[in-house]
Every structure is written in C-alpha cells, then in structure tokens.
C-alpha cells in the first residue's frame, strides 16, 4: 500500500473538482490513444458532459493487444476456476488476443459493424469476456443481459437494444441444476418484435442446444474460414456497451458506458482504489450480467495488465465453506472483491472460520465489499478472520465506479463501520433536503452528487435521453440524483441509510417492488398488493408480498400464494428470490391512497415507527403485523410508537 498521508489525498481529491481536465488528462496518459482528443471535459450541453471529445482509441486494444505488444504476451489474462465442472483453465494475453479476434472476425462475417448493438447472455465463463471483448475490437456495443434472466425480460431488452446478433451459451450451471439458456433465449427472440439475424451458441458438455436453421451457428464453426478482426478505431464518445438496470417489467432503463472516460476511470482506479499492480492476479466475485462483472472482471484489470480471475461456483456448497480461500491460496489472489452477501454466506456456514486456518492467505492484500450495505457484523468477521483492510465502498450501474470509497493506493483512512469512507476524486457529494439546499453535517439528505460526473460513468440512456435528464438530473438542478439518502459526518465520511425509491436490494441485486408489484397484480384473483423489502441475514433483503384477494374468491391462500411466487420467478427470474406472500384483509394507506410501504418494512423488520399522520385508518397496521407473524415476522409487534 502507498502511504502517503490523508492531506495527499484531499490535495489529490481537490485537484479534481477544481482542475477536471488537468486530472483527467493526467490520468489519461495511461491508455494508449490513436488520435489525442481536442478536450479533455465539453460542458457544451449540459447535463451532456463528454469526455476527451475528439479523442480515439479502441477499449479491446487497451485491454488486450497492447499488453502482448509490450511483453505480457504469456501472462495469465484470464484464470477460470469453476468448481461447478471441475476446470481450471489459464489463457495468456496471446491466446486471449487470437481468441478475441476470431470471434469479433465471426460477428463481422455476419454482419455485425461498429455501432451495431449485439446482446450477450452467457454464463460466468472465459467466453463472456471473450464475447464482450470481440465487440469492443469491431467497435460495436455489447449489451451483457444475466443469464438467468426470463424470457420476457430478455425480450424487453432485444426489442430496446435491437441486437444485430446474439451470443449465448447452451447452459449455466447451478451448484446442483444444469440451467438451460437456449429454451429460454428461444422464448425471449419469439417474444421479441425486433428479431436478430445471427446467433452465436457456445456449446458447453453438460448440455447440447438445439440450433435454430439459418439463425443459429455454433461458436467454432462461426470462426472458421473467417479473417480474424482487427481494432476498429472508436471515438471516445461513441458508446461501448448499454447494461439494463435489472429488475423492472416495465422499459428497461439502458445505462450506456462511452469508450473513452471508461478506460481513463478504471485504468485510474486499479492503482488508487485497489492498489493493484500489473500481473498481479485481482479477483472480483461478481457475475458478468452485473455492473461489478463489466468493469472489475472484465474491463479495469485487464486495462491494467492484471490477471483476472473468473470464478463459476458459489462462496458455499461448491463444495464448502472454504472454496473462496482455495481459490485465493491456489491462484495467489492479492485483492478479493465481493458482496456483503458473500461473506454472510460463509460465516454462517463456518462462523468460527475453520476453513481459512486450512488455506495460506499470505498473498491477500484486502478485501474490498459492494453492492449493498456492509453490515458492521460482517466486516468484523472479515478484518478478524483476514487480517487485511476490509474496505465497504459505494457505487452504482450508473456510475460503473466508486463514488466513496477507502482509496488504499492513496491512502488508507480510518476504517468506521457503517460508512463507505470518503468521495472519490471527481465525486462533489453534497446532502440536499427537499428545498434543494444543502443540509448541515451529520442530517440525513438525498445523497446527490455535483455536476459534472467523472469520467466512466453514464453519460446518457440508451435512447431515452429525455428520461435521463427527468430520472436523474431534474429533482435537484445541477446534480446528479443517486436516488439513496444519508449523511456526511464531521470527517467527511459518507454514510448511505436507505434508498430513496422502491428498490430493494437482494444480495446485491437491485430489484424494483414496484415491478414485482405488477407482476402480482397480473394473477386474476388478486386486487391490489404491496411488496416491501424485509431484512434478511444472508441476502441483506429479501421480497415479501401482500395481497388483498378480489372479493369472492373461494380458492385456498396457500394455492394463490404459490401461484404468484411461481409467477414472479416467470415473469422476473430466479434473481428477484421471491418466495414469501401472505393474503390480508386490506393494505395501509395515506388518505390520498398511497400504500404505506415503508412502515409495514418496520412492522417486519421489529423497527421503531410512528403511525403516519396521513394514513386513513390506524387499525389496519395491527392487521399487517398478525398477518406477517404468521411468517416469522413482526415478532415484537405490540403497536406502534
């Protein structure tokens, strides 16, 4: 870790809010540009900030070729270790150059040219960041969906990004289930108005998928015969990929990542935030169907000339407890980066840490956890059981980095546990009450964030421009709306309380109630419903539902329930865990008919509150609390405050 002092690092922090285009340019210097941009921040059209305008380069020339041109050619690019199938596989900078260039040569065999959009709905294996990747080099823009996503949500995402082609895999595999992609990416282009012209499949042997005639090409036949690519040069403001944000039924919300302030951003923070060396072996525990997957499996180590370490299994049961320090010991992992979720997952498997004395961990240098709130419970396990920093940082889909975070190759402060620590460099972050104004130390606020944004994060969506200035930039003029509420302590530390919204957060998955509302609402004996985000020792929250029954349905509740749990998991995938509902009389609400979400979560959680002042009628909330004991929750439910 560098140790420079905390006065370096506000100097560092300064330097880029008040000098942007001369931190930035510095930073910049790092990536390998074909022509140097004209600017280096274009505030022209504001909320529209570009950065590096007129600059271009190609993001897969700065992950992969120039490494093999500069000596990494036979360093590990990519270590896959699924102990789902029992493989461990290493790919060099070379092969990984030559496999890339295959691929993205088969994607322009058929048709597939800068700009044009191409889905990717695969597994966590090597060929997702190949696919990702093999875009990037023609220049097109890739569009990462989950593979466990159901078809109509994949749908809604073909018929907004209107793929040229679409590159899968035969299957995913589950701990103990093959998960077939292929019925499901069948289903999702059936579904579909906009049809693509080509599909590639990549085979696995757990499970052979049937090719659609004239469609479908298997991934090795669609290489043969075909010139291999070369790297398209791009603009630094052209866009390199479009991630949905998950878990709504209605349009999607396309988050779009440009080429050029990406690279800069994460080459930028595999030094400073993650203290990261070229060739060392950096290892995000993540999916590529998630915002972490994109920049820390695929695009920040590689840019970096690390090894990056693809991991197909879970933190428990593939085999055990251990299989996290296995992989670190074996592979010699130097910084982990997971999910709170993980983590509580492990402890409560092995709470006493009886697998980590069986493995050397010498080669960890930190622990780095997002995606949800670090519960203090969970990070003083870690830091005891690990012995190295553990560091709870915050950031979004949106912003594709850190805005707060522990920057250990700056400098490491003072760990206080339930704070993501401090603003990144490029982070303004200012607490805003309703009136727009900036609330004192220690008040709770929406948690905003001045314009401009740093480079790598969003600078628009997906075709939907109007929806970004009104979704993100309208409420408070001049910021950026995170939609999470908090406080900043004397210290300047950023502490993220709640979200502001109706997302919940399932084991670091966004997921909005407002979609799985819809869902519910759908099944033809329900009336009216709610679904609220009650806490949950492993997963941080999980969905529950409420529903009030149309009158005279005579069906039993236990069937109804199962039927739109079952219809949740259709409709919205496995990801959403919705599994718990419970019929009531009627839901709380305000007099102007607002459903009273947020107290029911308190009734649920056992949480202090105050029976709302607008809410219509007072009894009601006795009635959710019986119905939610019912469930195991409530348990101290004796009225409100």
Not at 34 to 40: Q, S
Not at 89 to 110: F, H, N, P, S, W
Not at 221 to 244: F, N, R, S
Not at 594 to 601: A, E, F, H
Request: charged content about 20%; some cysteine; hydrophobic content about 40%.
């Amino acid at each position: 870790m560098t140790t420079t002092s905390a006065a370096a690092y506000d100097q560092l922090h300064d330097r880029s809010l008040s000098d942007p285009a001369g931190f930035w340019g510095d930073a910049a210097e790092e990536i390998t540009w074909f022509k140097r941009w004209d600017t280096v921040l274009d505030g022209s059209n504001p909320p529209f900030y570009r950065w590096f305008k007129g600059g271009v380069l190609n993001t897969c020339y700065n992950a992969v070729d120039r490494h093999v041109e500069q000596g990494r050619a036979d360093q590990a690019a990519i270590i896959y270790d699924s102990p789902v199938t029992g493989v461990v596989q290493t790919i060099t900078y070379a092969e990984l150059k030559d496999q890339v260039a295959r691929l993205a040569g088969a994607l322009r065999a058929r048709g597939v040219e800068k700009g044009d959009r191409v889905i990717v709905y695969m597994p966590m294996i090597p060929q997702a960041v190949m696919a990702m990747l093999a875009c990037a080099r023609l220049g097109a823009v890739h569009s990462v969906v989950f593979g466990g996503f159901a078809p109509n949500e994949l749908a809604t995402r073909i018929d907004d990004a209107k793929p040229k082609a679409i590159i899968s895999a035969s299957c995913g595999i589950e701990p103990n289930r093959v998960v077939k992609y292929k019925p499901m990416l069948d289903s999702a282009i059936e579904l579909s108005s906009h049809k693509p012209s080509a599909c590639i499949i990549f085979q696995r042997p757990q499970e052979t998928a049937t090719l659609v005639d004239g469609r479908d090409v298997e991934w090795f036949a669609a290489q043969e015969g075909v010139e291999p690519a070369e790297c398209v040069p791009v603009e630094a403001t052209d866009p390199l990929y479009i991630l949905y944000t998950s878990g709504t039924t209605g349009q999607p919300k396309g988050v779009v990542r440009d080429n050029g302030g990406h690279a800069v951003a994460l080459k930028w923070t595999m030094s400073n935030i993650y203290d990261m060396k070229p060739g060392e072996v950096f290892w995000a525990a993540s999916d590529v169907g998630w915002v972490v997957g994109h920049s820390y499996i695929c695009y920040a180590p590689l840019l970096h000339g690390c090894t990056t370490l693809m991991f197909e299994g879970k933190p428990v049961g593939t085999p055990d407890a251990g299989t996290f320090w296995r992989v670190i010991q074996q592979h010699k992992v130097s910084t982990l980066f997971t999910a709170p979720t993980a983590f509580r997952a492990i402890k409560r498997e092995d709470p006493n840490g009886t697998f980590i004395g069986k493995y050397d961990l010498s080669c960890l240098r930190a622990l780095f956890l997002a995606g949800e709130r670090s519960d203090p419970d969970t990070l003083h396990w870690a830091e005891d059981k690990l012995n190295v920093p553990v560091i709870d940082h915050w950031w979004q889909t949106e912003t594709g980095w850190a805005i707060t975070g522990n920057p250990l190759g700056v400098h490491l402060f003072p760990i206080k546990y339930g704070s993501a620590t401090r603003p990144m460099p490029g982070w303004d972050i200012r607490i805003l009450n309703a009136e727009q104004q900036e609330v004192p130390r220690g008040d709770t606020g929406a948690i905003c964030a001045k314009l401009p944004l740093p480079p790598g994060t969003f600078p628009t969506l997906w075709n939907a421009e109007e929806r970004y200035v009104k979704a993100y930039m309208t409420d408070y003029p001049g910021y950026y709306q995170t939609g999470d509420a908090g406080f900043v302590d004397d210290d300047g530390y950023v502490y993220i309380m709640a979200r502001t919204d109706d997302i919940i957060n399932v084991a670091g998955h966004r997921l909005s109630t407002g979609g799985m509302e819809e869902v519910l609402a759908s099944h033809p004996d329900v009336a009216e419903c709610a679904v609220i985000g009650v806490a949950d020792q492993l997963k941080g929250q999980v969905p529950l539902g409420l529903l009030v029954l149309k009158a005279g349905v005579t069906r039993s509740n236990e069937d109804i329930v199962k039927e739109v749990v079952a219809l949740v998991r259709e409709k919205i995938g496995p990801v959403a865990d919705f599994k718990r509902a419970v019929v009531v009389e009627r839901l709380p609400k305000t007099r102007s008919g607002k459903i009273l979400r947020g107290t029911m979560q308190k009734i649920a959680d056992d949480q202090e509150y105050k029976t709302p002042a607008t809410i219509d009628d007072p009894a009601i909330l006795s009635e959710i609390a019986d119905a939610l004991q019912g469930l195991g929750y409530a348990k101290d439910h004796h009225g409100a405050a």
